[in-house]
């Protein structure tokens, strides 16, 4: 079995992903009022129905925000070689992929608000079957890694 990817993305990675739970965290929030309301207001909206979801919101808000992206920072990783671009990542299942350089199509980069606030970017890499991403890199690290796959995956084509 080949060795892990050696390269790790930023650690801000975490920051950013507990932003984005802290905001789903809050809509599940404005749901269980909703629901707390409906218990008021409603006769056949039954209370403990109300307080299941309340306490199912709290354990996905504290799940989400405060374990996973501790451990999915832990198990991103990634490495450009010459020939190939190996990534893996997930948090119970871990995925290792290998995406040849001869089938990049294209590489982009995106940043969301909450990944520019921590200069952050997100590189996706492009296939005729399927689209790769390496998320929350630091944008000059996102900007040259672009660059070198770009530049491996066309010299990769000129030899075809």
């Known amino acids: 079995m080949r060795e892990q990817p050696s390269e790790r993305i930023a650690l801000d990675a975490m920051k950013a992903w507990k ?4 905001l789903v965290a809050i809509i599940l929030l404005l749901l269980t009022i909703g629901a707390f309301v409906a218990v008021y207001f409603l006769d056949f909206v039954p209370y403990w129905a109300a307080s299941i979801f309340a306490g199912l919101s709290i354990l996905i808000w504290i799940v989400s925000a405060f ?10 990783r990634y490495q450009v070689y010459d020939q190939e671009i190996y990534i893996q990542n997930g948090i119970l299942i871990v995925t290792r992929t290998l995406v040849p350089m001869i089938r990049v199509q294209h590489v982009d980069t995106q940043q969301g608000p909450i990944l520019k606030r921590y200069g952050l970017a997100t590189l996706q890499i492009s296939t005729a079957a399927t689209k790769h991403e390496i998320p929350a890199l630091l944008e000059e690290e996102a900007a040259a890694l672009r660059d070198q796959i770009s530049e491996l995956a066309r010299v990769e084509q000129d030899d075809v």
Not at 19 to 22: D, G, K, L, M, T
Not at 67 to 76: E, N
Request: net charge positive; no cysteine; charged share 30%.
């Open 19 to 22: 932003i984005s739970a802290h």
């Open 67 to 76: 374990i996973i992206p501790k451990i999915r920072w832990r198990r991103w």
